[in-house]
């Protein structure tokens, strides 16, 4: 399984960035992603998890700014945000596990396969 992120860059708060994953060697039918982020000193926590059928589920401090899609064929994962914080200033990655559901913001300890990372700055 190979991940590999995109979209990253510097914003001012109140802005919009989209990022996007793309997945590759992986199936489609098994897998699960998610978008997590990173800031220095933090732990890796969840952003925004979509299952097959398209539901979703997201973090509180995220919920009605950031957006998961993913192409009909799970071969791209995207992330839309907007109205962006001087707190959502980190690395953000994607990441993969093989659950059953996945609607859901797993522990980070959970997913098996990892992007690289894309960083995102906003400043104020």
């Known amino acids: 399984v190979r991940l590999v992120e995109s979209g990253g860059g510097s914003v001012q708060s109140g802005g919009s960035l989209t990022l996007s994953c793309i997945a590759s060697g992986y199936s489609y039918s098994r897998y699960c992603v998610a978008w997590f982020r990173q800031s220095p000193g933090k732990e890796r926590e969840g952003v925004a998890a979509i299952a097959r059928d398209g539901s979703t589920a997201y973090a509180d401090s995220v919920k009605g700014r950031f957006t998961i899609s993913q192409d009909f064929a799970g071969s791209t994962l995207y992330l839309q945000m907007s109205s962006l914080k001087p707190d959502g200033t980190a690395k953000y990655y994607c990441?993969?596990?093989?659950?059953?559901?996945?609607?859901?913001?797993?522990?980070?300890?959970?997913?098996?396969?990892w992007g690289q990372g894309t960083q995102v700055t906003v400043s104020s």
């Open positions: 990441a993969a596990v093989v659950k059953s559901r996945c609607a859901y913001l797993y522990p980070h300890v959970t997913y098996n396969y």
